[in-house]
């Protein structure tokens, strides 16, 4: 048995880490932050020149070809430095849709774009509140164009393209939502950029006005291949959570160290001790339920359902727990601005939501055991 | 990233496999695989007997202590071998709970310290089953805080002379041997003063009642010792240094890897997946899937943190700290899930035993479950060690460290 990373995988997240050590420290984090541009572009390319826009991508649409463990631990990192770009919209929801449904020329015209940094795209799944569900997609698909409203989608205002899910039946089943790419430059977009929790990761409001649109995938099939873009996603985003998570719990640690109350460190009393021992737990049991989860997404293993809830819910906890636990062993300092442990914060909790809340996942966990139990 | 085993592993596998599937007592199998935490019986059998013929047969064939060295009735296995071991063993597993400290904790300080005969004569009966060890550590003044223990050994020409009592020994009053950890030196701190010894529990002077536990069951006991005579060459260690020598104990418990660790989830997942509540299947039922979603990711997370210390064996490295989670998690778990489970029965879930819902498993899960966040280190104490020897953080600022033993307050108030 191997359950773990290979040697190279190692040595690749350890490139990785040094990379945005360099390239993306908290103070390149806060001028996204700030509001002072939408995206580290400097950034973007500088992941698209060490190849890791297109690790998954096979080499025939000019990605590197090396597979989803790559992709995992380069997701890991990103997390763990907060990278204030579209990687997960991008590479774990755009690019995985199209490797799974793209046509040929589909997958000619973007990945490529993709892999050098040029293309940013998402997924437009949402339509205010509510989970995945097809009931929830309301936006319709006629005659090659689209007619609706996507929120939030993330990174949606400076993204080039979106994979968009539309109603394209009435039937009530999950055969009446088909996937569609649109261009999000071409006419009949209006993008409006929102607030949201987590400002170094923007979110959008796009409305579609008869917005010229291409089928991804056979019509009726959105549904089903949705479902598989976000498990794929869960199990990448879930690397990601398990970074800011590791990180948060340093900054904790290191801050406990550090810090002098009542003439000791305050990581000498207990009270501080046993908070971060027990972030340590959820970051362990977090990371190991996501080295299952990239197990499954990597050899494409029929249990991939389950393992992608699983890690998503665990990873989800993990980091929460982490960032606010982070805030407070920092005490006052935690709760400044200027001390980083909100940008974590922030992006546990949009992280907790983007691809559907906790307690979706809760339940699709249990339904896919239930089926697996039942079978 | 795989599951897979090595050829050498799944050839060792397969042997493993075709061998208990020949010998292992196949009419107990339906009931250990049934049994859970505070329930472990076999209803028409003693356990002991059951798990001592067990033992003795798989040590004639080779296959008790796999890590011990074969003169000491091991195999000479690898560690990854170990863990194979025990997958494979599933359910008769349960037979082992018995010989758990001896194997895990005596005998390995046996090897380090006790003198070459003494390691030939007594372990490979240890090994096999025939004797049964404990562990005699805690004492009511000593618990987390161990080196605080009071009983005394005194020199007396060959002998030491042992009086005072230890408490929460598992298994004493079925135990043949014991390792025993006393004061020889009161004027000293307290980590100072300690020697280690084994002793035979049929010794005059030694006396075992069993603790009758808040659960009902009676797993522990108290051991008082009334002027109990130990030869010298029964000692472990230097005079004075049974501190570093119970640590060597402490640690093997610790890192036993792949022993799987009992959380109730399988049996609560199975017990809501058959329930019918008010409104239908408790498997359907929103809240209900949210509290089962919880437990699952703790149940399959710490099965997947024990998968990755096996590869670490498996690839003949040490493994990481990440084990140390498992008691901490899957203690307050269990206990959790009973109650749970009970909340799902109503008022009906207040019965126990016999006549309640699945003969009253969750009740006595409930009733078992306070013990295992306390015995071999409370949660508490799980917590410190993973901040001080995981995360770095500093140890306890420790007031009694450096005062002699017999200056240190007994009482708090008054």
Redesign the interface.
Known sequence: ??????DDQKQLRDQARKFLAEKCSPKAVRVVLDGKTPYDKELWKGLAEMGFLGVAIPEEFGGAGAGH?ELCVIAEEMGRANAPVPFSSTVYLAAEALLIAGSDAQKKKWLPAIAAGEAIGTLALFEGKGNPAPKNVKLTAANGVLSGVKKPVADGAIADFAVVAARTGSSGRDSDISLFLVDLKAGGVDVKNLTNLDPTRGQAEITFKDAKAEPLGAAGEGWSILTQVLDRAAVLCAFEQVGGADRA?EMG?DY??DRIAFG??I??F?A???M???M??SA???R??S??G??AL??KAAELPEAA??AR??AT?AFQHCAKNNIQVHGGMGFTWEFDCHMYYRRANAMALGLGSL?Y???Q???R??KK?AA | MNFDDTPQEAEFRATARAWISANAPKQYEEELRKSSLGRTVLKNADILEVAKAWQKKKADAGWACLHWPKEYGGRGASPIERVIWQQEEGPYGQLSRMFIIGHGMCGPTMMAFAREEHKRRYLPPLASGENVWCQLFSEPAGGSDVAGLRTRAEKDGDDWVINGQKIWTSGAHYSDYGILLTRTDPTVPKHKGLTMFFLDMKSPGVEVRPIKQASGASDFNEVYFTNVRIPDHQRLGEVGDGWNVSLTTLMNERSAIGAAVSTGFPELFEYCSSLMLDDGPAIEDRAVRSKLANWAVKASGLKYTSMRAISALSRGERPGPENSIGKLVAGSMIQDVATYALDLQGAAGIVSGEDAELAGRFQAMLLRAPGTRVEGGTDEIMRNIIAERVLGLPGDIRVDKDVPFNKIPTKGRG
């Open positions: 048995m191997n359950f773990d990373f290979s463990l719990l640690r406990a160290l000791r460190p990581g000498s207990q501080v001790k046993h971060l021992a027990d340590y737990v362990t049991l977090a190991s339920n080295y299952y990239a197990w990597s050899t809830a699983a819910i665990s906890q307690s996942w809760e339940d966990l249990i339904e055991m239930r139990n």
